[in-house]
């Protein structure tokens, strides 16, 4: 049987965008979950993206991420469609710019919804379409003295 919102929890909350930032500063997971919290919502989905000590089986030592001026506005088009294609309570996402190292927050996004399956692929879409549509380019160093750009 098709899943009916005839709830008005159930149903996405007016504006359901409560954060989004590109920053240069550290992220916090405890800051976006705070954002997302939503009484009506019964699952709350969480990804946190963090800088790993290695990428193809070289040692990574630290990396730098860069975005377009334009990113701000591609992030915010990125979890509007994401609020219209799910029954959103509420959704966060902040990116971070600037040199990081190994174990750092680069990217936190959660979502809210009445029910855990729809907070789980809400979730999954904003951090798969963030990191394919939003103009963020990561530079890596890796432990060889090699370096390389990624999705530049």
Known sequence: MAQTYDHPGERAAPDPIRLLAIRDTPLSVD???TAVGD???GGTALFAGTVRDHDGGTGVT???YSCHPTAGAELRRVAE???DAFPVRALAAVHRVGDLSVGDLAVVVAVSCAHRAEAFE?????IDDLKHRVPI???QTFADGTEEW???
């Not at 809400?122 to 904003?126: G, K, M, S, V, Y």
């Open 137 to 139: 380019w990561k530079h």
């Open 39 to 41: 009484a009506s919502a």
């Open 31 to 33: 800051e976006v979950l």
């Open 150 to 152: 990624v999705g530049a």
């Open 81 to 83: 469609e994401v609020a």
């Open 62 to 64: 630290g990396l730098g």
């Open 122 to 126: 809400a979730c999954r879409r904003l």
